[in-house]
């Protein structure tokens, strides 16, 4: 579908005439292919542009070894530059959840992936840390979120908080507390309730339940296949919220996942994990190294 930057790449660079180093033409020309690609990939404009002028002072005079071609050469930088802007500080996947219980706030818009992400989290969390996990639902709107999260819970075998009618979310979280702390759980997830955009009453909701629970960790699901809308729930959440990491759903698809360099440039928050399908193992941490090696082709 698409064409490989290294192939237009080539291209670019038979038509230039063969010098030792890289020149500033040459290296100008081969980033309008840069952009191009970027851009196809789902990075926004703002951030396409400044990460090609980032490469160009990186690029500009840098000496053509044998072994590769220019375009080869060219690849290599922006794969390495690719590489830096998407990593964060720290482990990947690594989520704070030492002193227990510690509470995981789980936001995001519906739709996004948050029920399927936290079970998706409860599993890895019980199975490769070997966690004792309380999940929650607090999305009082909607009685099938909650059973949503109730039937995950059986698949995997993670508890979940019993649902009682009539509670208000701050409510929930309360006992969901109550409850971690008594069992001798490790961790409890809270499952916040989604809108289909950002509102005040859902902020406003949201921080009240940070406020009662102090999250050691606050993820942001978003579909990661809706880029720059992705960019700015994240930046709409952390403003109001604060948030400790992003996961992107749907990495499984046909997208190029550029919306993850946007993310990081425009919000400087960690990309903790990827999600990759419907099942419930389908989650990784993230590696920024195969999301580079996607954005370019
Ligand atoms: P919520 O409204 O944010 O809680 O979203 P859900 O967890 O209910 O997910 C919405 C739909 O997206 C469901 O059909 C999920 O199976 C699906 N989904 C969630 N994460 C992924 C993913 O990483 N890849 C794919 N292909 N589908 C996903």
Known sequence: MFESLSDRLSGVFDRLTKQGALSEDDVKTALREVRVALLEADVSLPVAREFVSAVQEKATGQAVTKSVTPGQQVVKIVHDELVK????EGEPGALKVDNPPAPILMVGLQGGGKTTTTAKLALRLKEVN????????????????????AILGRQIEVDTLPIVPGQNPVEIARRAKQQA???????????????????DALMAEVEAVRDVTAPRETLLVVDGLTGQDAVHTAENFDARIGISGVILTRMDGDGRGGAALSMRKV???????????????????????????????
């Open 181 to 199: 702390t008594m069992g001798g759980y490790d961790v409890y997830m809270l499952d916040t309730a989604g809108r289909l955009s950002i509102d």
């Open 267 to 297: 919000t400087g928050k960690p990309i903790k994990y990827v999600g990759l399908g419907e099942k419930l193992d389908a989650i990784e941490e993230f590696h920024p190294e195969r999301i580079a090696g996607r954005i370019l082709g």
């Open 85 to 88: 802007v998407l990593t964060g």
């Open 130 to 149: 070997g966690k004792r996990v309380l999940m929650a639902s607090l999305d009082v709107n909607r009685p099938a979120a909650m059973e949503q999260l």
